[in-house]
């Protein structure tokens, strides 16, 4: 059974920094690609960030390019979301998602993703 764990979420003002981790079990990390995805109270989810499977490929929202970076430690099977300069409009729900059968198109919705966490909540106050 594969299990996806997230952690790392909290309360953070306006510009500051969090990293979130998605620890991973019970498959096989090396042949997923690995996504974030974040959806706030009343919102549809949305992609946030792709990783592919050797981690040499990576795909961002426009709204996260050049503030969040994603990242995965293979020997670890654990995800990573660097985010920073953090804006209120960030908050939101965050949950790592796992895409067995990756082609390099449909990275950005969410439908094509196999696994997914409970998520870890973001809030980013003013």
């Known amino acids: 059974q594969v299990q996806l764990v997230e952690s790392g979420g909290g309360l953070v003002q306006a510009g500051g920094s969090l990293r979130l981790s998605c620890a991973t079990s019970?498959?096989?990390?090396?042949?997923?690609?690995m996504g974030w995805f974040s959806q706030a109270p009343g919102k549809e989810r949305e992609f946030v960030a792709m990783?592919?499977?050797?981690?040499?490929?990576?795909k961002y929202a426009d709204s996260m390019k050049g503030r969040f970076t994603i990242a995965r430690d293979n020997a670890k099977n654990t995800l990573y979301l660097h985010m920073n300069d953090l804006k209120p409009e960030d908050t939101a729900i965050y949950f790592c998602?796992?895409?067995?059968?990756?082609?390099?198109?449909?990275?950005?919705?969410?439908?094509?993703?196999?696994?997914w966490g409970q998520g870890t909540q973001v809030t980013v106050s003013s």
């Open positions: 990783i592919n499977m050797r981690g040499d490929t990576e």
């Open positions: 019970g498959g096989t990390f090396t042949t997923y690609a």
């Open positions: 998602a796992a895409d067995k059968f990756y082609d390099g198109y449909y990275y950005s919705d969410s439908r094509a993703y196999d696994y």
